[in-house]
């Protein structure tokens, strides 16, 4: 059965520092790769995609990707309270027909 | 900004009722899914429609779930008869394509007592 795997945390970090998010995913034919954020109560809010190995820079996120190893990470520089929610990572499958989600990694950043 | 709708927000039905669910994609979209998310889990793909027709009920409990899409545009999730373990997120999403990620309606809490 084709996996997404997240520490489900909380990973707590002080404000302003970096927040390191980490996934793994089982499926090697897996192309697109996405980031969502999730605030308790609500849905899912898409925050970054990666299709390539390396890194992608959108503002204080930074998704990075390595497809031998099969490992997506999101870093969050200068954290902030408002980003405390849950991250879920997202793995194409089947022929990039649908989405599989992680269980989430919950965010604290302390004031 | 285009939005997928969904109705209603939040519902509370009694263990063997039937309740339904709506979910109305942004416009053009042809790719429709609908996934449960249970509390502290990740969202689970229930079915995915491709206009009118299902591409992927896998995951579909069909002894008490259906779903429909007619004329490939909105969509209802219904199930009869909810169970006390049906109890969680309902989302509906919409994409153009897969490969730039979808968009997530705002969900239905469902709540079965």
């Known amino acids: 059965q084709k996996e997404v795997e997240q520490n489900s945390g909380p990973l707590s970090v002080p404000e302003g520092a970096i927040a390191s998010l980490n996934c793994t995913y089982s499926?090697?034919?897996?192309?697109?790769f996405f980031w969502y954020r999730q605030y308790s109560g609500k849905s899912p809010e898409l925050i970054m995609s990666i299709y390539s190995n390396g890194d992608k820079e959108d503002g204080r996120f930074t998704a990075q990707l390595n497809k031998a190893s099969q490992y997506v990470s999101l870093l969050i520089r200068d954290s902030q309270p408002s980003d405390s929610a849950t991250y879920l990572c997202a793995v194409n499958v089947d022929s990039g027909y649908k989405l599989i989600f992680g269980s989430g990694t919950r965010l604290l950043v302390r004031p | 900004e285009a939005e997928v709708a969904q109705s209603p927000r939040y519902k509370i039905t009694e263990k063997s009722q039937a309740v339904a669910f709506w979910c109305d994609p942004i416009?053009?979209?042809?790719?429709l899914y609908w996934y449960r998310q249970i509390l502290g889990q990740g969202p689970e793909l229930l079915v995915q429609?491709?206009?009118?027709?299902?591409?992927?009920d896998s995951q579909l409990p069909k002894d008490r779930f259906s779903a429909e899409r007619l004329k490939g545009v909105d969509s209802t999730l219904k199930i009869q008869p909810a169970e006390l373990g049906d109890s969680a997120m309902y989302l509906c999403?919409?994409?153009?394509?897969?490969?730039?990620?979808?968009?997530f309606g705002s969900g239905t809490r469902l709540t079965v007592v």
């Open positions: 429609f491709q206009d009118e027709s299902v591409v992927d």
């Open positions: 999403a919409s994409s153009g394509t897969v490969t730039y990620g979808y968009t």
């Open positions: 416009s053009g979209h042809a790719t």
């Open positions: 499926d090697r034919g897996s192309q697109s």
